[in-house]
């Protein structure tokens, strides 16, 4: 039981570049989220999913795109990097019995 | 909009001493959760402890407690007895039962605990 992965967990971009996140976890959770985190601000929600093939608006979408074809699967994707965009990329899944969110292990980008 | 604010950037205790920890939240919601999440060094997202809000009673994990007033949307955590691996990064973070989930944060205590 790996929990919550994220690949990769490190990566450097140059601006205008793209990328994908990919975001897996093996506990039959329905809803998942990505999230970034930047120094003073604590962790923003970027864009979440209520199931499969459903994804939706956080707080902080502009710049990126998601995708959940697969329950397991949670995709964040960069189309045209910004360095406004470099962050730690937190990816999390929720069960409501008990109330919790588990997350990944975080992937730190930069935007060059 | 729900709100999460944590006044005290940073905190120091000496080991083996008690330290608490502020958080105040504001929502008109009447059903909601919160938590208290550690953040160590390797970045890992560790669920320290939570509090159901129609709970009055404040949780409790070992070392780990909490000041939930509800009234004054106040959620501190206090850590007894602290020891050098109680360093790190602390979150507080709102979760309203009718929000599938989402969590929203506030902005972060790091906390370093002295030999």
């Known amino acids: 039981n790996a929990g919550v992965t994220q690949t990769p967990k490190f990566r450097v971009l140059k601006t205008g570049q793209s990328m994908t996140l990919l975001c897996a976890q093996d506990m039959n959770h329905e809803y998942m989220y990505w999230y970034r985190q930047d120094p003073g601000m604590g962790l923003r929600l970027i864009h979440y999913s209520v199931g499969e093939g459903t994804t939706a608006k956080g707080e902080v979408p502009d710049g990126y795109n998601v995708s959940r074809l697969k329950k397991q699967n949670f995709l964040l994707g960069l189309e045209s990097a910004a360095p406004s965009q470099t962050s730690v990329y937190f990816c999390?899944?929720?069960?409501?019995?008990?109330?919790?969110?588990?997350f990944g292990p975080g992937t730190r980008l930069t935007v060059t | 909009a729900q709100t999460v604010t944590q006044s005290q950037p940073e905190m120091s205790v000496q080991e083996a001493e008690t330290v608490t920890l502020s958080c105040t939240y504001d929502?008109?919601?009447?059903?909601?959760?919160l938590f208290w999440y550690k953040q160590p060094p390797s970045r890992q997202m560790i669920l320290v402890i939570r509090q159901e809000a129609y709970k009055q009673q404040n949780a409790t994990e070992n070392r780990f407690s909490v000041n939930f007033q509800k009234a004054a949307k106040s959620f501190s955590l206090k850590i007894s007895d602290s020891q050098l691996g109680d360093t790190a990064m602390y979150f507080c973070a709102f979760m309203s039962m009718s929000n599938t989930g989402k969590l929203i944060f506030g902005q972060g205590t790091t906390l370093q605990v002295k030999p």
């Open positions: 999390a899944s929720f069960q409501n019995s008990p109330y919790e969110q588990y």
């Open positions: 929502t008109s919601e009447n059903n909601y959760y």
